[in-house]
């Protein structure tokens, strides 16, 4: 089993940024590939970026691109997601995800964490 806890998330005002954490209990991502999802209030969730572990590329949605930036420290073997110019629309929960590169859905799960972002 591969366990993911999310950290970073909290209250901001527009234009600000967070950093949002996911860590995990493998030793390493090496084969997996690790993304950050969000659902707002009323809507389905959404793919916000993914990254694929063995060669760090990036998968941005078109939504976040230029603002948040989805990264990896391998020592650590944890994930970021360093959100920048945030907007009220990006208010919703966010979730890390993880899943082998053999595989299609992601069934790796963290709980969680709210972020929210005040006009």
């Known amino acids: 089993q591969v366990q993911l806890v999310e950290s970073g998330g909290g209250l901001v005002q527009a234009g600000g940024s967070l950093r949002l954490t996911c860590a995990a209990s493998?030793?390493?991502?090496?084969?997996?590939?690790v993304g950050w999802f969000r659902q707002a209030p009323g809507k389905e969730r959404e793919t916000v970026a993914t990254?694929?572990?063995?060669?760090?590329?990036?998968y941005p949605a078109d939504s976040v691109k230029g603002r948040f930036t989805i990264s990896q420290d391998i020592a650590e073997n944890t994930v970021y997601l360093q959100m920048n110019n945030l907007k009220p629309e990006d208010t919703a929960v966010y979730y890390c995800?993880?899943?082998?590169?053999?595989?299609?859905?992601?069934?790796?799960w963290g709980q969680g964490i709210q972020v929210t972002v005040s006009s």
């Open positions: 995800a993880a899943r082998k590169i053999t595989n299609t859905a992601y069934n790796y």
């Open positions: 990254i694929s572990w063995a060669d760090g590329t990036t």
């Open positions: 493998v030793r390493t991502f090496g084969t997996y590939v």
